[in-house]
């Protein structure tokens, strides 16, 4: 018996899932324009397929498993559970208008002509905040539709915010913030119930690990406990005497977030060379 997972067989989130499922020790040999792979050493079958057709396929059981972007998952609305947060394939779903244009608030757009993909989660959005503007839908190419006369505004997905600059348009309101997250069946098996939350320890482990720093420092002696109590560590610092007497080498974890106030805090304290290196797996 394999878990099965469905994957974007090309595009952003392609290369990054392949990754997710390397780095979680599964190696897949992605045959190109495949459908199919089966991992070499977890019993995982990966499907490789557009990822607007995701959400129905786990729904079905067809997969049992999968990852598309937050965005795609809300504008499909299928009977699927969220698993897990992925952090890659960051993005917002934002309503932009021409640059030229004035705009003050989200009740402007009334009676405008917007353009969109996402249909669904616009016509939402825009139901809660009151405004009745009209919504055309269209499948690509939206960032075009002011420039030809298609639509007054569009509400597309924005990462640098390049595509709409070259083309003459400025970001109003964001409508939805999303990243890449991994769906599940509702009605899985014992045994895949089992195999996912294997899957799913092994995704947690990479990201408490890319959350956190390994550092080390040399520190005198007579300041370990200030240091210390700066630097709480998994359980707690482990020091190591240096061959210099009075002087030790202190080992701990850091949050990535805590990570500069923590070293002012260090060198403050008298810490010196101090190393910070990634951590690759962290079990906590
Ligand atoms: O063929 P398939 O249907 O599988 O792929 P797709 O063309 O529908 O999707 P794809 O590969 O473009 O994107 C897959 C997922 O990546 C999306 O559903 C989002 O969750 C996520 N993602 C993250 C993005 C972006 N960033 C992004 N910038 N998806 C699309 N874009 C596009 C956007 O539509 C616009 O055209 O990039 C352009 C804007 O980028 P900037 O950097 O110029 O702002
Ligand atoms: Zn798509």
Same mark, same amino acid.
């Given at each position: ?6 994957? %974007?067989? +090309?595009? =952003? ?28 050493? /977890?019993?995982?079958?990966?499907? /490789? ?6 959400? %129905? ?5 067809? $997969? ?16 699927? =559970? ?5 952090? /890659?394939? @960051? ?13 003050? +608030?989200?009740?402007?757009?009334? @009676? ?11 016509? %939402?959005?825009?139901?809660?905040? @009151?405004?009745? $503007? ?8 939206? #960032?075009? $539709? ?11 997905? !924005? ?13 109003? &309101? !964001? ?5 890449? !997250? ?11 119930? #089992? ?11 990479? =990201? ?14 007579? @300041? ?33 977030? %805590? ?20 951590? &690759?797996?962290?079990?906590?």
């Amino acid at each position: 018996m394999k878990l099965k997972i469905a994957i %974007q067989k +090309s595009g =952003r989130l392609s290369e990054e899932s392949i990754r997710l499922l390397r780095d979680c020790g599964i190696e897949i040999s992605n045959g190109l324009n495949k459908l199919k792979a089966e991992a070499a050493n /977890f019993p995982l079958e990966v499907f /490789f397929l557009r990822d607007d057709d995701i959400p %129905q396929y786990i729904e079905d059981g067809v $997969a049992d498993i999968g990852i598309v972007g937050e965005n795609v998952l809300l504008e499909k609305n299928k009977n699927v =559970r969220t698993i897990e947060k992925l952090g /890659f394939g @960051k993005c917002r779903l934002s309503i932009a208008i021409p640059r030229d244009k004035p705009f003050n +608030s989200i009740k402007d757009l009334t @009676k405008l002509k917007i353009a969109t993909s996402y249909s669904s989660i616009l016509s %939402q959005y825009l139901k809660k905040k @009151k405004v009745k $503007a009209e919504i055309h839908e269209i499948s690509g190419s939206v #960032e075009i $539709a002011p420039g030809i006369g298609l639509a007054d505004a569009i509400c597309d997905l !924005v990462s640098s915010g390049s595509t709409l600059l070259s083309n003459g348009l400025k970001e109003v &309101e !964001v409508v939805l913030r999303s990243e890449a !997250v991994l769906l599940s069946n509702k009605n899985l098996s014992k045994e895949k119930k #089992e195999l996912l939350s294997k899957l799913l320890f092994r995704i947690k482990a990479l =990201r408490s690990a890319k959350n956190n720093k390994y550092i080390l420092l040399n520190a005198p002696n007579k @300041k370990l406990k200030q240091i210390c109590n700066i630097l709480p560590g998994m359980k707690s610092p482990t020091i190591l005497p240096l061959a210099e007497k009075g002087w030790s080498s202190v080992h701990s974890v850091v949050k990535e977030d %805590q990570f500069w106030e923590i070293i002012e805090k260090l060198k403050e304290n008298g810490a010196q060379g101090i190393l910070v290196v990634p951590i &690759e797996k962290m079990i906590v």
